[in-house]
């Protein structure tokens, strides 16, 4: 199935795309489908379950939050966070159901969290059921939230992405590797070509325009911001101090070779910690692992265009799109859900996305770019995904700096061969899945064993 470059890239709040975007879009949703019912005015009072992975760290991802937002009509790529929207309904005990009917409602009763159930077909589940003045259910559905803030309704198949046909479909990195061969095309192409048949050039470019002004906008707020972050860890901002000490180093002309390290740490920091304060972000894949991508972009252009045979603007662009189709790959064939297969699916997708379109910028081969996805995700392999007290910052924000390094590490290996590997990307992705099932569930987004068990008591 191929997964649309506007999809793979979307723009929301943090701190997780699947705990965070998803929810409020299936919020959104629920009462999108209540419009169209036309059953407003009869409603008095809603309630909201969260199931699993949701009601287990649903409360240090901003869950509830997310799904009250989702419920008064807001949008996760337009939401304007200054107007203190949960505060007032925490006053005042009212909620604009759609923006247009007022419903009593109590956050701490009305959403209910199930941490002992989880609903068979994803452990990010949550039902929705509408009330009227007897008492008596109206209407009720249940969502899942599958990752990369990407909801599935509750008897469909496939998550509502879009349907129309593209001239160059995949399936297979093998299917991938051929369109290219036999069209000689690179893969930044086939994804150029098939969004062509979806929106049109001026879109396209629009929206790239758009995603690389958040990520940068992260970086730059992030480096800059003082402060503690969200929640009982009680941590403290490290990217402003890592920024002052690397223009400490830079005044002072410190030759360290491995500064460049340094700043792709600095980098992927200030986008965690930003997207661990609930800022806006670009989900890449997810939120948790927004920080890589952002910071192998920046690397790219602060270090590495030099020697690109492209311009820093047309090899940003190659970047994203060629991580785009790798994205699409690992979501046809495996999942980007830490709830489902671990940490592994979000930050070990965003390490291989960034080697392969770091790849791309850098003037290297299909067969090369392919290569570097795979490195960076055989190293990947068996990621846990163990958020201590449920909060997207202990092991996460340090993750994404590591495994930006990661990243750029996998596509220097790359370009220095020819492009002949052992190990193929979609029999890595395989692998990846398998791991993934055979992880415990306390290893799966749950907080319930890890590092989330041993390192700190919440």
């Not at 390094?405 to 990307?425: E, F, P, Q, S, Y």
């Amino acid at each position: 199935m191929y997964y649309s470059y506007f999809d793979v890239f979307s723009i929301g709040i943090g701190p997780s795309s699947s705990h965070t975007v998803g929810p409020m879009r299936a919020a959104l949703a629920f009462i999108t489908s209540l419009k169209e019912k036309k059953c407003l005015q009869n409603i008095t009072r809603i309630q909201v379950t969260l199931y699993g992975s949701l009601a287990l760290t649903g409360i240090g991802h901003g869950t509830p939050n997310a799904v009250i937002y989702g419920l008064m009509g807001l949008k996760a790529d337009t939401i304007d966070l200054s107007q203190n929207y949960i505060a007032k309904i925490e006053e005042t005990h009212k909620l604009l159901l759609a923006g247009v009917k007022e419903i009593d409602f109590r956050k701490n009763t009305d959403i209910v969290l199930e941490k002992q159930t989880f609903l068979p077909r994803h452990s990010n589940g949550l039902k929705f059921q509408v009330f009227n003045s007897d008492g008596e259910i109206l209407y009720e559905d249940v969502y899942y939230s599958i990752g990369g803030g990407t909801i599935i309704r509750d008897g469909e198949e496939q998550p509502k992405i879009v349907q129309k046909n593209v001239p160059y479909p995949f399936n297979t990195g093998a299917e991938l590797l051929k369109i290219c061969r036999e069209n000689r095309m690179s893969i930044a192409d086939v994804v150029f070509r098939n969004e062509e048949a979806l929106h049109s050039f001026k879109a396209v470019k629009s929206y790239t325009e758009r995603l690389l002004h958040v990520m940068n906008n992260c970086i730059e707020k992030g480096i800059v911001t003082e402060g503690k972050l969200p929640g009982e860890l009680n941590l403290s901002r490290r990217a402003p101090t890592i920024y002052r000490r690397l223009e400490e180093k830079f005044h002072q002309n410190d030759e360290d070779p491995l500064m460049i390290v340094d700043w792709i740490n600095l980098w992927a920091f200030a986008v965690a910690e930003e997207n661990a304060c609930g800022g806006q972000i670009v989900t890449a894949p997810t939120m948790g692992s927004a920080g890589v991508i952002p910071a192998v972009l920046r690397y790219f252009s602060r270090f590495a265009s030099k020697k690109s045979p492209f311009d820093i603007a047309i090899g940003q662009g190659l970047f994203l799109l060629t991580a785009s189709a790798v994205c699409s790959l690992y979501r046809t064939n495996a999942s980007i859900s830490g709830a489902e297969v671990g940490c592994q699916g979000e930050i070990g997708v965003a390490a291989s996305m960034a080697a392969a379109g770091l790849t791309a910028a850098m003037g290297g081969s299909t067969a090369q770019i392919e290569n570097a996805a795979e490195i960076a995700m055989e190293h990947h392999l068996g990621l846990t995904c163990d958020p201590v007290c449920g909060l997207v910052q202990v092991p996460c924000i340090e993750r994404n700096a590591i495994s930006a390094v990661k990243a750029v590490n996998a596509a220097r290996l790359a370009i220095r061969g020819n492009g002949n590997h052992l190990v193929t990307l979609d029999s890595v992705i395989k692998t990846m899945l398998e791991t993934g099932q055979n992880l415990s569930s306390g290893y799966k987004e749950t907080s319930l064993a890890g590092l989330a068990k041993n390192a700190f008591t919440c």
